[in-house]
Nanobody, 127 residues
Framework: QVQPVESGGGSVQAGGSLRLSCVVS????????MAWFRQAPGKEREGVAS????????YISDSVKGRFTISQDNRKNTMYLQMNSLKPEDTAMYYC????????????????????WGQGTQVTVSS
């Protein structure tokens, strides 16, 4: 059973930082494409970042490029989203998702591609 579990959300002022964590169970961690998505009230889910746990191929969306980074700790089966210079428009529920890579190094945050989702963690940025 693959079950992503997020943590690290909270409330910060604009310009602050947060680090989200996503732990994925299972012994095939090196074969995942993992991604972070966010969804604000009344808006569509947005793919923020993704990373192939085996190759390290990384994608960051233009909306957060230069402010957010994605990284991993293989010893802990954990993916991180470091969020700096946060803005009020970053306020959303953030979700971690995982899928098996099936031998491909391509890894993009396209929500329909992902089978396993966490429950989400709320990020609120005040002005």
């Amino acid at each position: 059973q693959v079950q992503p579990v997020e943590s690290g959300g909270g409330s910060v002022q604009a310009g602050g930082s947060l680090r989200l964590s996503c732990v994925v169970s299972g012994n095939t961690y090196s074969r995942y494409c993992m991604a972070w998505f966010r969804q604000a009230p009344g808006k569509e889910r947005e793919g923020v970042a993704s990373r192939h746990t085996g190759t390290g191929n990384t994608y960051i969306s233009d909306s957060v490029k230069g402010r957010f980074t994605i990284s991993q700790d293989n010893r802990k089966n954990t993916m991180y989203l470091q969020m700096n210079s946060l803005k009020p428009e970053d306020t959303a529920m953030y979700y971690c998702a995982a899928r098996f890579s099936f031998g491909s190094s391509r890894c993009r945050p396209i929500s329909t591609d992902f089978s396993y989702w966490g429950q989400g963690t709320q990020v609120t940025v005040s002005s």
